[in-house]
C-alpha cells in the first residue's frame, strides 16, 4: 500500500502577543532550544525527511531553520501553513512528494491540533514546541507519536551531548 508520513512540529515557545505583531513574533530563548533539540531528537531517532515546509511567520521559520540545521533538508516557506491551514491543505502539500516521503511541516495551533483530528479522529493537546507524526494511507490517517517539548528536549539533549562529547 501506498502511504506518506506527516510530521507536525508546532513552533517553540514566542514572545507575547502584546509584544508585537503577531506575524513578527520571534522565539524566545527557550522556544529556540524546544526547537533545536527537536531536531536534535529526530535525527536521533533517524528520522529523515524528503522535505520541511515552515509558515512565513517568524516563530514558525525560526523553528524550522533551528530543527533542520541537523536533519540535512532545508526549510521552505509556505503561506498555507498560516491561518487557515486544514488537512485538505496537509494533504496537498504531501501530494507534492513521493510514495513513502516524510514531510515535517512547521506551524500553528489550532490548526495542527485540527488536521490531526481530521486525519486521525485523535484529539490532541498540541504544545509549543511539541511534535505528531501521522502516517496517511488511502486518505486515511494514524497517529504514529506524539511528543511534548519535554519529551524532546531529553531525546534531543541526550543527542547534543553526544555529538558534543
Known amino acids: 500500500m501506498a502511504y506518506q508520513q506527516l510530521w507536525l512540529l508546532r513552533h517553540g515557545e ?50 524550522a531553520e533551528l530543527a533542520c540545521a541537523t536533519l540535512s533538508v532545508e526549510p521552505e516557506e509556505r503561506a498555507g501553513l498560516g491561518k487557515g491551514f486544514d488537512a485538505a491543505a496537509a494533504r496537498d502539500l504531501l501530494a507534492e512528494h513521493p510514495t513513502g516521503a516524510r514531510v515535517l511541516m512547521v506551524g500553528h495551533n489550532p490548526s495542527f491540533e485540527q488536521v490531526v483530528l481530521d486525519l486521525c479522529g485523535a484529539h490532541v493537546d498540541f504544545k509549543k514546541g511539541g511534535l505528531a507524526a501521522v502516517r496517511i494511507e488511502s486518505g486515511r490517517g494514524l497517529l504514529l507519536a506524539l511528543m511534548r517539548p519535554r519529551e524532546l528536549e531529553s531525546l534531543g539533549a541526550d543527542a547534543l551531548a553526544h555529538a558534543s562529547g
Open 14 to 63: 514566542a514572545v507575547p502577543h502584546d509584544s508585537k505583531p503577531d506575524d513578527q513574533r520571534e522565539l524566545t530563548a527557550r522556544g529556540e532550544r524546544q526547537s533545536t533539540a527537536a531536531g536534535a531528537a529526530l535525527a536521533r531517532l533517524g528520522v529523515e525527511f524528503a522535505a520541511c515546509v515552515t509558515s512565513p511567520l517568524v516563530r514558525a521559520r525560526q523553528t
